[in-house]
């Protein structure tokens, strides 16, 4: 290999701000690195003691969930918005064909059980209160990311949330039509705000939206509250409504639950991260995630009893099993459990 000449500059790849990565960054990498400019010293080009600098500082730099560099995690799904668009763009045909075929002269929606009904008027319908919920929480989520390799996961995952947010009310707006007498689309309030099942679900979301540091956001919401709320209100929700023999809405919940799947991959896969890149981190998941305990199996129990009470036959014990050994699952995937 030549010598540089004395005073010569050391030729650096056009990827250098990657580190030691042997190889040309991948696509994924090329559009999502080092995108966050707000992880200096004063994350804002303002005053020190501007109110988002302050916020910044005290909610996501100085926590103390601690890691030397964000950038080196890695979404395992590796989604970009190209590849976001055209994934979701697939699921949205998707569903769409469904409703065409399902819907397309109102006999399906009119011919729907007195059980299933009552089910979708308590247990789906007004979800879209609490996705809403979620929506914003995983919105601070990504607004107060250390990295935009974690940004963007969070920000894919409000637009998911958003889509189901949508997909509800299209849902809700259709049973009016079929079925005016129950009031769809009039009654969720109500429901969400003093049905006793969901206000448990309503207290827990409640605490979420204040809750300021990032990391105990994160961790409360991506894995212990979300993945719980999600199992109930698509997974299990969609099984008791082909019970009760509503096919397209469990196709479409079974759909739903997809990027909610997606949501678990990247958080167990931080929550890895973290823990590899310092140990100490361990116990700060542990100890975040036990504050949440006494809620979330507050969250298992009314969920299953609302589900379970709305089709004869289910049994509220076996969907809160299942529900507790996912949730189980997921935590010792992410490596912060209790046998870990």
């Known amino acids: 290999m030549a010598e540089r000449a004395p005073g010569q500059r050391e030729r650096r790849r056009t990827w250098s701000s990657l580190g030691n990565l042997s190889r040309k960054p991948n696509d994924y990498e090329i559009v999502t690195h080092d995108m966050n400019h707000t992880m200096g010293s004063k994350p804002l080009d303002m005053g020190p003691d501007v109110h988002g ?38 699921q949205e045909t998707y569903i769409d064909n469904l409703l065409i075929s399902y819907t397309k002269d109102n006999s399906i929606d009119e011919r729907i059980s007195s059980d299933c009904l ?36 969070a920000a894919f995952q409000v637009a998911d949330q958003l889509r189901r947010v949508q997909r509800t009310a299209y849902r809700t707006k259709q049973l009016d039509n079929a079925h005016p007498a129950h009031s769809f689309g009039s009654r ?39 993945p719980i709320c999600d199992d ?80 004869p036959g289910l049994s509220a014990e076996a969907i809160a099993q299942d529900v507790r050994r996912n949730s189980a699952q997921l935590h010792s995937q992410a490596g912060h459990g209790l046998d870990a």
Not at 119 to 130: D, G, H, K
Not at 136 to 144: E, G, K, N, T, V
Not at 257 to 270: E, G, I, K, Q
């Open 53 to 90: 600098n302050v916020w910044l500082k005290k909610y996501r730099n100085d926590i103390p969930l601690k890691v030397s560099d964000w950038n080196k995690f890695r979404d395992p799904d590796r989604v970009t918005y190209d590849s976001y668009v055209k994934m979701q763009d697939e």
């Open 118 to 153: 009552n089910l979708l008027a308590e247990a789906f319908t007004p979800c879209r209160y609490l996705v809403h919920a979620q929506q914003m929480i995983s919105a601070y989520i990504y607004q107060l990311a250390p990295s935009s390799y974690v940004g963007n996961c």
């Open 188 to 226: 969720e309030r109500g429901v969400w705000e003093k049905e006793p099942h969901w206000q448990s679900i309503r207290k827990t979301m409640e605490r979420l939206l204040v809750v300021f540091e990032w990391d105990q956001a994160l961790i409360a919401n991506n894995l212990v509250i979300r």
């Open 232 to 311: 109930l209100f698509l997974n299990q929700l969609a099984m008791a409504a082909r019970t009760a023999g509503d096919e397209l809405d469990a196709l479409i919940l079974e759909n739903l639950y997809h990027d909610s799947s997606r949501h678990n991959r990247w958080t167990v896969a931080l929550a890895k991260f973290v823990i590899e890149e310092n140990s100490a981190n361990r116990s700060e998941l542990r100890r975040i995630a036990s504050k949440w305990e006494a809620a979330s199996e507050e969250i298992i129990r009314a969920g299953s009893e609302l589900i379970s009470g709305c089709v």
